[in-house]
């Protein structure tokens, strides 16, 4: 067969929903700007311009010919089995490298039980919850699998990987592609076996608190810790490796009744026939106040909010969706960006640089970005209540600078209490989120309403630190053979570019060889 075509079609939402159940489809997006829904979907065709069928055969990973732990010549440790400690062990065992990984939080199945626990508002396991264990922080958090990367490497082979390990067809071609926290676990378990099946090896609940057992100027030290992993920033920073602020954002997750998403987004009422070739409607939202980006993150819809605390005196929350994304309420985080010049202009105003719990930590500036997380998200803990209840606002109530009096039902398992989160929050923030909603309604009237609830704090949309590398051997800078990729590392902003910063790291260790 000759080189494969592609075609691309704008269909109506039914004979795209009819297309995509026979033919080989490459891409689909929704185009929701006029007021007739559009599909835009892509067909791959063969040599005659037919499209391919469904169940054309398509690229999968391939087991690799080693197989015999010992007769592997070489080996390479990952702290972190997130998607980027995953993906870069599935490629070492590609390219004959032993991974060794070590990950301080539990497997994915027993993880399920502590999230069970902290959803129930009964206990917080530090290093087994929405932030730590199998998987990374992602597992439990939806499965979103986009990018906005392109320029990083071959995203198609993530998206491959994923539908190797048990993903559906549409990771494949949807433009804004979705697992959902049901489906990922499962997933990553595979990976897992995969991985052990070839010779690896994955050590659960090891906490690496020291670089010192880790030979890594003979052996390659792959560091892919997540973003939430703020012990072992102050542990690297402590034993000299290269640390700097990095730009990250910080605000509220809101939730609003899913029917109303569907009306303002597909612009009109009863959607329930485009629901069903469509599905829930989503969101992006993003506007400039004062200079500073305020925009939607991680929206979910037809989703949960969710508690993503790792520590006991700290409330932070997120978002998920299952796969079928059919709870009756959608959800997202509405952040607004902080640069490194920012934070001493919010400390005037706070008292994080005296009487914060965090203030005996170190004062390092490449840390201060961090520090005013832990400070905002403590903030939030005595506006809510241990474990896991977390301050609530209505929307409309928020914007106008008023208490609420009451809250309506949402989908925030521990719990939620009234608070004036305008009144706490740095001004810095709060009125910049201000304003972005008033921004939003504008474009969609109806969106700013009491009818949606707003929770303190969406903090880890991003890392505050980022452990700088050279950008062609993807090394530290401060550290040779030491490879921080992922989120944590600041290189990465999701499941599928932490995935793809771990591939790439995998790579350039393969080609030392």
């Given amino acids: ?87 870069a062990a599935l490629t070492c065992i590609e390219h004959g490298i032993k991974p060794i990984i070590y990950e301080r939080g539990k497997p994915v199945s027993e993880r399920k039980i502590d999230i069970a626990q902290l959803n129930r508002n009964v206990a917080l396991n530090a290093e087994s919850n929405y932030c730590f264990g199998e998987g990374g922080a992602g597992t439990f958090s939806d499965g979103k699998l986009f990018s906005r990367s392109k320029k990083r490497g071959n995203m198609q082979r993530v998206m491959e990987l994923f539908h190797y390990f048990g993903a559906p067809d549409t990771v494949l071609y949807e433009a804004h592609a979705h697992i959902g926290s049901d489906k990922l676990p499962g997933i990553i378990r595979a990976m897992r076996e995969c991985i052990i099946e070839h010779g690896g090896e994955i050590h659960f609940e090891t906490c690496v608190d020291s670089l010192s057992p880790f030979n890594f100027h003979l052996s390659p030290l792959i560091l892919a810790i997540g973003h939430s992993a703020h012990d072992t920033y102050r542990m690297l920073l402590d034993e000299g490796v290269a640390l700097q602020q990095k730009g990250f954002a910080m605000g509220v997750r809101v939730e609003h009744p899913q029917s109303l998403i569907n009306n303002l987004m597909y612009h009109l009422t009863g959607a329930a026939d485009l629901i069903r070739y469509l599905g829930n409607a989503s969101y992006s939202l993003v506007t400039q106040v004062e200079g500073r980006g305020v925009y939607s993150f991680c929206m979910c819809p037809g989703g949960h909010m969710v508690p993503a605390t790792s520590s006991s005196d700290a409330c932070v929350v997120n978002g998920m969706s ?53 400070y905002v998200e403590h903030l939030a803990f005595e506006h809510g209540g241990a474990p896991a209840i977390a301050p609530a606002q209505r929307l409309a109530d928020f914007v106008r600078g008023k208490r609420s009096a009451n809250l309506p039902a949402c989908s925030y398992l521990p719990g939620t209490r009234s608070s004036a989160l305008h009144e706490w929050m740095p001004p810095f923030i709060a009125d910049r989120l201000r304003q972005g909603f008033r921004d939003f309604d504008r474009k969609y009237p109806g969106f700013l309403t009491n009818d949606a609830l707003i929770l303190a704090t969406e903090s880890r949309s991003s890392s505050a630190v980022r452990i700088p590398r050279d950008p062609e051997t993807l090394q530290s800078i401060s550290h040779p053979n030491l490879y921080p990729c992922g989120e944590g590392a600041g290189y990465a902003g999701g499941i599928t570019s932490s995935a793809l910063d771990g591939i790439n790291a995998a790579l350039r260790i393969a080609a030392q060889s």
């Fill in 1 to 87: 067969m000759s080189e494969l075509s592609q075609q691309t079609l704008v269909l109506t939402p039914e004979q795209a929903y009819e297309a995509a159940g026979k033919y080989r489809v490459v891409r689909r997006s929704v185009d929701a700007r006029q007021r007739q829904l559009k599909v835009n979907l892509t067909l791959l065709l063969d040599d005659k311009g037919h499209p391919l069928p469904k169940d054309a055969p398509i690229p999968l990973y391939t087991p690799p010919v080693w197989q015999d732990v010992h007769n592997a010549p070489r080996h390479v440790h990952i702290i972190g089995a997130g998607p980027a400690g995953l993906f």
């Fill in 322 to 374: 299952a796969s079928h994304r059919n709870s009756p309420y959608a959800n997202s985080g509405i952040v607004v960006q902080i640069n490194p010049e920012d934070i001493p202009l919010i400390c005037q105003h706070e008292v994080i640089n005296t009487q914060s719990p965090t203030a005996k930590l170190t004062n390092s500036e490449a840390l201060a970005g961090l520090r005013l997380q832990e």
